[in-house]
């Protein structure tokens, strides 16, 4: 492969990306997450960086550490991701949202330790914003690529979301496979537009799988004029 190939080709390009959890708080002492190690995103962005991009990543939860020379800002829940988004995307060519957003947060966010009571408890959760979807809403000039953690019907519900969230590309993948998705360093992708599938990438390292996205993401930034 040629994954450590670096090159002047997103120079003068500016790629937000955003990786890992979400954190929605409970109370002073809990919160909800999910699996996502974030590596996917942190390495979309140091793929950007080494092919030239002024990069800014949008970093949830996650143990991984930034690539050197990009701006990070660092959020906790999909309100905050929101935000940072956001106020980063006008000023945005290409959007790469790899992060892992919570689909909803507890309704109520207790200021002091929730205590024990009876046998059960049942937590009323509420819907977050759907921060790709806000974009698709907005987008000006920017290349949108958004992901898809699917278990069954991958092709059918990433072209769904492709469609409704207004994106330029869905990348993928299913996470019922060995090797797949949110917490290895392998992934394996399928990556569509609106015609259909685009490319598929078999199952290669995390980094690998980046560089091989960043490339088909700027063969379509080219292809119309960018
Ligand atoms: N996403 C987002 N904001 C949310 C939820 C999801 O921006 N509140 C984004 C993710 O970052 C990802 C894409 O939407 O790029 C798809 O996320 P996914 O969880 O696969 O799809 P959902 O639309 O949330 O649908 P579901 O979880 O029901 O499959
Ligand atoms: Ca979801």
Redesign the pocket.
Known sequence: GTWFAGNGILQGKRVLV?AGGTIERLDPVRFLTNDSSGKMGFAVAEAAKRMGADVTLVAGRSSETPPAGIKVIRTAS?ADMLDAVMREFPDTDIVV?A?A???YRPATVHEQKVKKTGEKLVLELER?????AALGERKTHQLLV????ETENVER?ALD?LKR?NCDLIVANDVSKEGVGFNGDTNAVDVYGPEGLVSSLPLMSKRETASRLMELITDRLSSRGG
């Open positions: 955003t999909a949202k992060a957003v919570a689909d977050t914003t759907d921060i790709l958004g992901f898809a953690a519900y979301k969230k």
